[in-house]
């Protein structure tokens, strides 16, 4: 029997992974504290990042829903958890982004133990994807949120977003840096996606690994 690398199966489920998102997920809630989570049996698949990272574009282009997630106009704004059910199948969560250093201090607070309550006691949770920035790399401030990742147990995997930004070259080294530091992070997942909303580039890609975790393959 042959067996495929992780790549090979990404790519071989993009056609039922365009299929499962042919349904359109709709907004459910949003959560500030722990106890509003939505109780239920549904798997969640949640998306975390530095403020300004893409988040917003990400999940709106991986869905086919224009302004699904909205993004602020004020980087750092968002302070809730935020709730997109596929019907009956599983939720998306919008994890407010993390490290805007104009935040007043109370609020990076508040921020910090949401994120970090949600992360390490939510059974539903199937995978987090954590969006780095293509153009500057992992920081510090994503390093402190995998180490947390991997003390929970909780499985991640890198999302690399607006490679329409850098030159092939850079993109190239981006992927060799990040993929060196992964391999230290023992609950991250060792295929690193790139995409470019604007350029709707790595889409299918994302779509997949939904399907990877729904079906166990």
Do not use: C
């Given at each position: 029997m042959m067996i495929l690398t992780p790549?090979?199966?990404?790519?071989?489920?993009?056609?039922?992974?365009?299929?499962?998102?042919?349904?359109?997920?709709?907004?459910?809630?949003?959560?500030?504290?722990?106890?509003?989570?939505?109780?239920?049996?549904?798997?969640?698949?949640?998306?975390?990042?530095?403020?300004?990272?893409?988040?917003?574009?990400?999940?709106?282009?991986?869905?086919?829903?224009?302004?699904?997630?909205?993004?602020?106009?004020?980087?750092?704004?968002?302070?809730?958890?935020?709730?997109?059910?596929?019907?009956?199948?599983?939720y998306i969560v919008d994890l407010p982004g993390y490290g805007y250093a104009a935040a007043p201090e109370k609020i990076v607070q508040a921020w910090t133990r949401l994120i970090h309550n949600y992360l390490r006691g939510r059974v539903q949770l199937a995978r987090v994807f954590l969006l780095i920035d293509s153009r500057h790399g992992i920081k510090d401030v994503d390093s402190k949120i995998m180490k947390m990742l991997d003390t929970a147990a909780v499985s991640y995997q890198i999302i690399l977003t607006k490679i329409d930004k850098i030159s092939p070259k850079q993109l190239t080294e981006v992927i060799r840096k990040t993929k060196e530091t992964a391999q230290s992070h023992v609950a991250c997942y060792p295929e690193i996606l790139v995409t470019s909303s604007e350029k709707n580039k790595g889409i299918e890609q994302v779509r997949s690994q939904f399907l990877k975790v729904l079906t166990g393959v």
């Open positions: 790549e090979e199966w990404t790519e071989k489920l993009i056609p039922d992974a365009n299929i499962l998102f042919q349904t359109k997920p709709e907004y459910r809630l949003s959560v500030n504290q722990v106890d509003q989570l939505p109780v239920g049996h549904l798997k969640e698949f949640a998306f975390a990042g530095r403020s300004n990272v893409g988040k917003s574009s990400l999940i709106n282009a991986v869905t086919g829903v224009k302004g699904l997630a909205r993004a602020s106009n004020t980087p750092g704004r968002t302070q809730s958890l935020n709730y997109f059910e596929m019907p009956e199948q599983f």
